[in-house]
């Protein structure tokens, strides 16, 4: 099944094919990414390109889901559902407000490294507003929503950031870069690690490896949380979209 996370009709449609499978969800990990293209761009939608598809898509995407994952957290009290959320340790370089709700689509005001920190932050607050509403409004106490900075990794993530290619081939950052395998680790913990239901880790932001840390100070508010949901639901309503409600 493809899927192109800035393609809300192409979320849409992989998500009707998934429920037709009538197969479960046991972890649903929310990791695609663009990363600080130097040139303002719009996605099909009409949304700045960094938001579309690095919280908008995975949003929509998560909410057709929800159906599902319900299912499965009922159907298994003993066991668990996982959501794992990329998000990065770039969340804390964003705009002064955390979320520039009137200037997401604004060109003149677009910085491509403040654009990618805000599309990070919008993950952590997905998480920890996700989170508050599956137990407080579905009951479910056996789904973990959790974020993870991945760490520095190397992928084709920044094909369009010529500073990130010039880091990664410098010969220090040998020392810094991440595998992709050693990368995965923290995802993988938040996954599968039996430590996150019997510490009861949820709604909390992770760094590799596999360790608990404090996001920024937007990270934590939970009225920018709201805020982001409400603004997230009205985007893709007013681009033609129903948003399931959880």
């Known amino acids: 099944m493809r899927l192109n996370l800035a393609?809300?009709?192409?979320?849409?449609?992989?998500?009707?094919?998934?429920?037709?499978?009538?197969?479960?969800?046991?972890?649903?990990?929310?990791?695609?990414?663009?990363?600080?293209?130097?040139?303002?761009?719009?996605?099909?939608?009409?949304?700045?390109?960094q938001m579309a598809g690095n919280h908008l898509g995975h949003f929509y995407l998560t909410l057709l889901l929800m159906p599902i994952i319900e299912k499965t957290a009922n159907a298994n009290k003993n066991g668990t559902v996982r959501i794992v959320n990329l998000s990065s340790l770039a969340h804390w370089g964003t705009y002064w407000r955390g979320i520039d709700f009137n200037n997401i689509n604004n060109p003149r005001t677009y910085n491509a490294w403040l654009a990618y920190g805000q599309s990070k932050l919008a993950n952590l607050l997905f998480s920890n507003q996700l989170q508050k509403r599956i137990e407080g409004r579905l009951g479910l106490q056996n789904v973990f929503v959790n974020a993870v900075h991945p760490g520095g990794v190397a992928?084709?993530?920044?094909?369009?950031?010529?500073?990130?290619?010039?880091?990664?081939?410098?010969?220090?950052?040998?020392?810094?870069?991440?595998?992709?395998?050693?990368?995965?680790?923290?995802?993988?913990?938040?996954?599968?690690?039996?430590?996150?239901?019997?510490?009861?880790?949820?709604?909390?932001?992770?760094?590799?490896?596999?360790?608990?840390?404090?996001?920024?100070?937007?990270?934590?508010d939970e009225r920018l949380a709201e805020e982001l949901w409400d603004w997230s639901v009205a985007t893709l309503e007013k681009k033609g979209f129903s948003v399931p409600s959880v």
């Open 7 to 49: 393609d809300w009709d192409s979320v849409k449609s992989f998500a009707e094919q998934y429920k037709k499978s009538k197969l479960p969800i046991h972890i649903l990990m929310n990791n695609a990414g663009i990363m600080a293209p130097p040139l303002f761009e719009m996605s099909k939608h009409a949304v700045e390109l």
């Open 155 to 220: 992928t084709n993530l920044a094909v369009g950031s010529a500073y990130i290619r010039h880091l990664y081939n410098a010969t220090f950052a040998s020392f810094f870069i991440l595998t992709s395998e050693q990368g995965s680790l923290t995802q993988l913990y938040c996954a599968t690690s039996e430590e996150i239901p019997r510490r009861g880790l949820k709604a909390r932001y992770f760094v590799p490896t596999a360790s608990l840390a404090t996001p920024s100070w937007h990270g934590r």
